[in-house]
Structures are given as C-alpha cells and as structure tokens.
C-alpha cells in the first residue's frame, strides 16, 4: 500500500498520515518521513517541504482513503471478529485451526501474531491498526484466503482501527475488569465493545455469551442473535467432567451431542464452543466437528505445560483476575497435590486489579509467588507493594527478579505438585520502561530443570 502513518516504513513516493495516538503524535516524524521519501504527508496543522494535505482529523481521512482505494481488494474476505476480556486468543486459534483443517484456507489476526499457515509475524497491538489491517487483509488475499479470524479489543473498537469493515460473525466471550486504566470504567469498557456489534453484515450473526452479566449491551434488537453458555441458550452446555489430559461435554442444541476436547477446564469449553457455533452455521455435520474438535490444540502459552518428573508445570497468560480464578480452579479439579502460583501484574495499567489478582492467587492455591511481569514505567517493588499491601492471607512470599522467582517456584515441587506461571504465557520478553528484554517463562523453566 502506498500510505504509512509509520514513518519508518515509509518508502519513495508514499503518503505519510501523522496520526494522534495514545503513544504519540504522528506530526512529531514529518521530517523522519520526508527524509525517507514520502510524497505527501497528511497532517491536522502545519505546512512542510513536500504536498501537504490538511485535514481536521487525520484518523478519518485514513479511514476513507483505505475503504476507497483498498476495500474492493478485500471484500470477497469473510471476516469473523471475536471480542472479550478472556479467551479470544484461544478462541480464535481455535476456529482458525478448524478452519484450514476443513480446507477452507483462513488467517489467524491477534495477540500472538498474524498467521496464514504459519506465523507470519508478531503484532504490536492486539488489534493493530487500521493501515496494518488492510496491509495484513490484502495479503490474506494473496494467498487465497476465504476467511479471517480477528481478535478485536476494545483499545482498537474505539480507537476506530477496524472502522469501514464489515463482519460476518461477531463473537462477544465475557467482560471481567480489565483496562479500567484506559476506559475509566466497565460501562465504558462495556460500551467500546459494543462497537463490534453495530458492524455486522446484513446476514452475519452475533454470538453471546449468556451467562456473562453484561450480555445485553451485545444482544442488539437489529442482529441475529446466538446465545451460548450454561444458561438457556440456543447452543446450552448441558454437562461436562475432564481428567488431566481431556475434557468431555454435552451442548443441546435441538438435539444433544458430546464432545471431547485435548483442553482443560470449564472456560475452554466457552472457547471451543465458538468453533462448533460456526462451524454449524457454515453446514458442517456433528461427526466432521466432532471429529475437528478432538484435534484442536491450545496456541502458545496457554495451559502449555512441562511435566517435571511427578509435576507438572503450566504456563499460562492468565492476567485478570478473572482468568486467574478460572486457571487455578481448573487445575483444583485435577491436582493430586499442592498447587503453587507464581504471578504478577503489568505496570502502568489498571491498578485496581492488582489486590484482587493476588488475593485470587492466595485464596486457591497452597502457596504463591509474586513477582514481576511486564513493569514499564513503574518500580516493580511499587505494584507489588500494590498487590500485597491489603492482603490478609500469608502464604506467600516476594521475589522481585522473574528467573529467580522461578527457580523458587520449581524447588518448591515435592511430588505431584503443580506450578502455575501466569501472566507472561507466549510472550518472549519483558517490558522494562519502553524496551522489551528478551526473557521467555518456557526457557526459563527448561535452563532450571536441565533440557
């Protein structure tokens, strides 16, 4: 494409648009822009040495600029969003998997990175944006894809990254605390998810979760909608019991049918669910569903688990309090022995979260470990001062240093003992001010065990 709102991509003869962002001002890297060659550049204020194009909102002049210049290039795409606090990852690795082992060629959009076969990439951002989208769609098209699953986060409904697309399936999971440092509070963070919800084709649907307390905001008058959960529903989970290795479950839609599924827990059914939904609607049978579901497997960092002689380590990315709740308790249900959580919480992001994170940690499990994650800007002794200030219980202990935490974490195993990384799962760094350091939870536990 030959529009960059990066001024470090930009190439000879393309348009620079100085976005405003939450990480800075695009009109700061005119000049870097220009030097690498950009022709024009679109800014809100100001006149430069090249074709100067002003507007009195650069994001809207992106936003029809690509769906005039790039939508016909993308349309014959399905698109199929999913939105949530937790399990959209999963979620939409899942139906992505199932997809292309039904042979209908699809990409993979989301926290772990853009996928076609492979990965092609890593993303910044959830939901990148929207130049990066219609970069990353073009390219689906160029390797003949027929669908797209996206993850779509709240930051990118309202910062408007997906603006001009239009869905065929949009997916609400749940809503639990999460990012109240950017949207003030849950009716806030309800209502940019909403979003989603006003940008689905005339004959697209709408799945929601019924169980979740805000289900409302997402069950709109004008959409077909789907609901699913352990409440009356139109795809009703009737029964489920796992061991350590599968889960099995009943969902009663007009008829009853079992499944069983290489994933653990309670929260991985919702997650799954998603992909016998759709695959449904497309006009998949049972037996071929039945058949993809037993063949699935969880991405990276996602209940990823090492066994250590009788233990078991698992590393998660479990970072609500909510997620952590639903890890913990599903492993209560198989562990033979102690559990131990290690965990910490992310600087400059939502604090109130902290308190309950590690209340959550010390409640259900034997024993914790707090440490930390990704501090950014912030001393890593300030958030876990935050996480432990109130706490009543006692059955923990601090370490600052993440390897050294880990370390503990694995001489503490006795036998069938299960240990809980949480809240790193597939990332491969960590953020210390505005620089990410290499460090990886797996490699960290495969150097201390000796593999």
């Not at 796992?242 to 653990?264: A, C, P, R, W």
Request: proline share 2%; glycine share 6%.
């Amino acid at each position: 494409m030959n529009i960059k709102t990066d001024s470090r991509k930009i190439e000879k003869g393309d348009i620079f648009v100085a976005l405003k962002t939450a990480n800075g001002d695009g009109h700061d890297y005119i000049n870097d822009a220009t030097i690498k060659g950009a022709s024009t550049v679109v800014v809100e204020h100001g006149l430069y040495d090249v074709e100067t194009i002003i507007v009195p909102n650069t994001k809207e002049y992106l936003i029809n600029y690509l769906y005039n210049n790039y939508y016909e290039k993308i349309k014959s795409l399905k698109l199929i969003a999913i939105t949530g606090t937790n399990g959209k990852t999963t979620s939409a690795y899942l139906l992505w998997q199932a997809l292309n082992k039904l042979g209908l060629k699809s990409a993979y959009i989301g926290t772990i990175g853009f996928y076609i076969e492979d990965k092609i990439k890593d993303l910044n951002n959830t939901t990148p944006e929207i130049n990066d989208v219609y970069e990353m769609l073009i390219e689906c098209t160029t390797h003949q894809c027929r669908y797209v699953v996206m993850e779509t986060s709240s930051h990118a409904l309202e910062m408007k990254r997906l603006e001009g697309l239009m869905f065929n399936y949009a997916v609400f999971t749940n809503l639990t605390k999460d990012h109240l440092d950017y949207h003030d509070n849950m009716l806030s963070y309800a209502l940019a998810k909403q979003k989603l919800f006003k940008m689905i084709t005339k004959n697209g649907k709408a799945y929601v979760n019924i169980d979740d307390e805000y289900k409302n905001y997402y069950l709109l008058e004008n959409n077909n909608n789907i609901t699913y959960g352990f409440g009356e529903s139109n795809y009703q989970i009737i029964d489920y019991s796992f061991d350590d290795v599968h889960t099995n479950f009943k969902i009663k839609n007009n008829i009853l049918e079992e499944y069983q599924m290489g994933l653990l827990g309670k929260y991985n059914i919702y997650n799954v669910l998603i992909t016998i939904m759709i695959l449904k609607d497309m006009g998949y049978g049972y037996k071929s569903i039945r058949d993809i579901v037993s063949k699935l497997e969880a991405p990276k960092g996602r209940m990823e688990t090492i066994i250590f002689d009788t233990n078991k380590i698992i590393i998660d990315y479990a970072h609500t309090p909510d997620a952590v709740r639903n890890i913990i308790m599903t492993i209560k249900e198989i562990a033979q022995s102690k559990i131990y959580v290690l965990i910490g919480c992310g600087g400059n992001r939502d604090k109130s979260k902290r308190i309950e994170m590690a209340k959550m940690a010390t409640d259900l499990a034997d024993y914790a470990i707090f440490t930390s994650d990704n501090p950014r800007f912030e001393k890593p002794e300030d958030i876990l001062d935050d996480m432990t200030c109130d706490l009543k219980n006692e059955n923990y202990e601090v370490i600052v240093k993440r390897e050294e935490a880990i370390k503990k974490g694995v001489q503490l195993l006795e036998k069938n003992d299960i240990l809980l990384l949480l809240g790193k799962g597939h990332e491969n760094y960590q953020i210390i001010n505005d620089k990410k350091i290499p460090f990886d939870d797996k490699e960290q536990v495969l150097k201390i065990i000796g593999r």
